[in-house]
């Protein structure tokens, strides 16, 4: 399949079902939108559900620089059971009774995880050492060791505490910054309490603005938000008079005021570029220009 000038540059907002990979996800709506240019912004495991935002033609461009800073799920964490991947579908490395938590002491331990905190995230992810992905690493035997990183828990909150025998179940909604595990937030947990814990389910309602009341859940017949709308819901929006639009077509300095990273429109409402804050804060300078 090649790339079609009549595909649209947009973003795509997909309900990720169970069971596919990110992958498999990013193919189908190829194929879909009949063009290769697609891409996603950020990734969910197979088990996960959820929010996943894909960019098709010039619109895979915006994706690394969506301010998807925010992200919301809802988990169930399993107490009592460690696994070596720190979900349900890695192989058991560990059980302790954890019938002795109580409510109280689940709520507790959770409370330690609000703010910012240091997380180390889980062996098997996506991220990269020394040019290979940890995932690869641990799955052909290599000891995988990941230094924490700092991420921020906005809101965790805990639903639904109940026992199941020997283990404890609980339904989590978490609020957290990008590249958050929350994988890693069941494992540290259940080390808290001293009885392990890894997660049996998980669904991402929010990516940014991005929420799953706006998401395709057929993946044959999909809606595209176009790649204007989409600048608008993720910057703030610029709107230039003719002369400064022709500025941005060359790439050049705006002599505005900008407070963050923003998305600049000709007067016809056509998205041109990203601009951020330059030097004193009186001029701005393209960060990425999406128009000849």
Do not use: W
């Not at 990013?26 to 959820?50: E, I, W």
């Not at 025998?165 to 080390?191: K, Q």
């Not at 009885?195 to 929420?211: M, N, S």
């Amino acid at each position: 399949m090649t790339s079609s000038s009549t595909a649209p540059s947009g973003l795509v907002v997909v309900d990720k079902p169970g069971g596919m990979t990110s992958h498999a996800v990013v193919s189908r709506v190829r194929r879909a939108l009949g063009t290769r240019k697609v891409g996603h912004a950020g990734t969910l495991d197979p088990m996960a559900t959820g929010v996943l935002v894909l960019g098709s033609e010039r619109a895979t461009r915006l994706l690394g620089h969506l301010m998807l800073t925010e992200k919301t799920y809802s988990a169930t964490v399993r107490l009592g059971q460690s696994t070596h991947t720190d979900d349900a579908e890695g192989e058991t490395t560990a059980t302790a009774s954890a019938a002795h938590l109580t409510e109280d002491d689940v709520r507790t331990a959770l409370a330690a995880f609000r703010g910012e905190i240091s997380q180390v995230p889980s062996t098997v992810s996506a991220i990269k050492v020394d040019g290979k992905r940890a995932y690869a690493r641990a799955r052909a035997g290599e000891e995988v060791e990941l230094k924490s990183r700092p991420v921020t828990i906005h809101e965790i909150t805990a639903d639904n505490v109940r026992h199941e025998g020997e283990l404890l179940d609980l339904d989590i909604v978490v609020r957290c910054s990008s590249g958050t595990y929350i994988r890693a937030i069941a494992r540290d947990l259940g080390t808290a309490l001293g009885v392990g814990g890894h997660l049996t389910a998980l669904r991402r309602h929010a990516v940014g603005p991005f929420t799953l009341a706006e998401a395709n859940t057929d993946l044959e017949h999909l809606v595209v938000t176009p790649i204007a709308d989409a600048a608008r819901a993720c910057f703030p929006a610029i709107d230039l008079d003719a002369e400064q639009a022709q500025a941005v077509r060359y790439g050049r300095p705006l002599p505005i005021r900008l407070d963050a990273l923003s998305a600049v429109f000709d007067p016809s409402g056509e998205f041109l570029a990203l601009y951020r804050p330059d030097g004193d804060g009186e001029q701005a300078r393209p960060e990425a220009v999406f128009v000849g």
